[in-house]
């Protein structure tokens, strides 16, 4: 099967509208935080983070299937004593919008940056926001099974009379659990809490993740030859983890010296670099860059 890598430079305002409607599987992105990267980027105020991203996500909800998946990396800042609240008005504005905020992961930074501040602790997670078109989306859940662990082989030795029954929670809430049913299961369903250590080698990018958190989202949202679209790719980590896993996928990044590094990193086999003026359905014309 061949797998397609699709590097589009430009501001990704304007790429997007070149896409076809329902034509991705999983959005994963991690756009600029609200004044942040501002030597790159140029800095969005917090007052006018929401009004400068919902035209994105208004063509990112317009590109997504209706079985697909679209999770924004993204964190609040902090300032003058208090935080930002960006981020709650944003999901807001977007369910106004017709998304459906299905989901919330936590990304637990293993290695986060040391500091002290006056009145709150070092930042040691990030948002993971998960929004679909239907409630009825793909997902394949099996294919981010953790091993169940070691905990299992003492408590299980010996189970009573209760252990082997639906035993019915005792706070009233309607919940039970049968413990005999782990017996023979060797993995279980993770929580919805990674924990995950940081990009230190940042391939000179400002604000690179690591691979394995593209990597978890595309094997629970997407199978292979399915479509991942990140319309901020920075260096290129999400695509080159897309190739990696056999799906197609479309970077639209901003920055020239970023589209290079991507085309860099990426496997020549199956990267090409375009413009902003080619129209995504006829774009094998006229490649900036093609290798075959």
Known sequence: MMIRTDILQGDCRDVLATLADNSIDLIFTSPPYADQRKTTYGGITPDRYVEWFLPITEQLLRVLKPTGTFVLNIKE???????????????????????????????????????????????AWERLLQFN???RFNMYQEAVMVPTGDWKHKRLAKLSATDKIRDTSKT??????????????????????????????????????????????????????????????????????????????????????????????????????????????????????AVH
């Not at 504005?93 to 070092?122: A, D, V």
């Not at 049913?181 to 919805?192: C, M």
């Open 77 to 123: 800042k902090a300032a003058k004593g208090e935080r930002s609240t960006y981020v709650l008005e944003l999901i807001l504005e977007m369910r106004k919008q017709g998304w459906l905020w299905t989901e919330e992961f936590i990304w637990h930074k293993k290695n986060c940056y040391p500091g002290k501040w006056s009145n709150r602790f070092r930042d």
């Open 133 to 135: 078109k239907d409630r």
């Open 172 to 289: 009233v809430s309607g919940f039970g659990k049968n413990i005999s049913h782990w017996l023979d299961r060797p993995q279980a369903y993770p929580s919805n809490v990674l924990h995950l250590a940081t990009e230190c080698a940042n391939k000179n990018h400002s604000a690179a993740f690591p691979e394995a958190l593209p990597e978890w989202f595309i094997k629970l949202f997407t199978q292979d030859g399915n479509t991942v679209l990140d319309p901020f790719m920075g260096s290129g980590t999400t695509n080159i983890v897309a190739q990696r896993m056999g799906r197609n996928s479309i970077g639209i990044e901003i920055q020239t010296e970023y589209c290079e590094l991507a085309k860099q990193r990426l496997e020549p086999a199956a990267i090409k670099l375009f413009d902003i003026k080619q129209n995504y359905g006829t774009f094998t014309e006229n490649p900036l860059y």
